[in-house]
């Protein structure tokens, strides 16, 4: 079965701080997806990645950055933490090729204040 | 930009009673097509998917049907239960994808 694994389930930062979500995913997939979720709005995609040093903006990349040194491991990183980024963030992952669905890991809750 | 529109954004249904979401996507290229369904608290978990070469799938009480002319697809979930209580997303896309904004379905005793 495969594992999803997100670092935090809840996180509390102050605004302007440095933030990190780490994700791992013991598959070897080699896609891997970082999205936030907010009430209403479903699930946004921030960045994703095909391979390993390689990234791709998503719909709403601004304030975020990622890193993807391994092929198990997407960091997410907030460059200077603010309070609309106050949300869910939800880590996913998938084989490459046609109709592969993507794996959730079970979410970082993460409040900015 | 590409988006996809989901309908109802809530849904009330008497348990045994069937329901649909459906869902609409504005970028052709976009070949697959899953459901996920999320509990509270929990993560999304794929239901059900189809693949643009196909225009109908079923697996037991779930069926998803896709209409590709119409850009237009729809979950149908028959003789609910409780236990399918839940929020449910629509995507479309390839190997990206782009979800729906939600359905939150109650089913009641």
């Known amino acids: 079965d495969v594992k999803v694994t997100q670092s935090s389930r809840y996180l509390v930062k102050r605004t302007g701080e440095k933030v990190f979500l780490e994700c791992v995913q013991d598959m070897d997939h080699e896609n891997m997806f970082w999205y936030r979720q907010d009430p209403g709005l479903g699930l946004r995609l921030i960045y994703f990645s095909y391979d390993v040093k390689m990234k791709e903006k998503g719909d709403i990349p601004e304030g975020y950055s990622v890193s993807r040194e391994k092929k198990e491991r997407f960091s997410l990183i907030l460059e200077s933490a603010s309070t609309n980024q106050t949300s869910m963030y939800l880590c996913a992952s998938s084989p490459t090729g046609w109709g592969q669905p993507q794996h959730f890991g079970d979410g970082t809750r993460l409040s900015i204040l | 930009g590409e988006n996809v529109e989901q309908h109802p954004s809530t849904l009330s249904v008497q348990e045994g009673d069937s329901a649909v979401i459906k869902c609409t996507y504005s970028d052709s290229a976009s070949n697959y097509f899953p459901w996920y369904k999320q509990e509270l608290g929990k993560r999304p978990q794929l239901i059900i998917d189809?693949?643009?070469?196909?225009g109908e799938k079923k697996d037991q009480r779930i069926a998803v049907t896709l209409n590709k002319t119409a850009k237009h697809f729809s979950l149908h979930i028959t003789e609910t239960q409780p236990e399918d209580s839940a929020v449910y997303f629509c995507a479309a896309g390839t190997d990206k994808l782009i979800f729906g904004t939600g359905t939150r379905l109650q089913v009641f005793p």
């Open positions: 189809i693949r643009s070469n196909v």
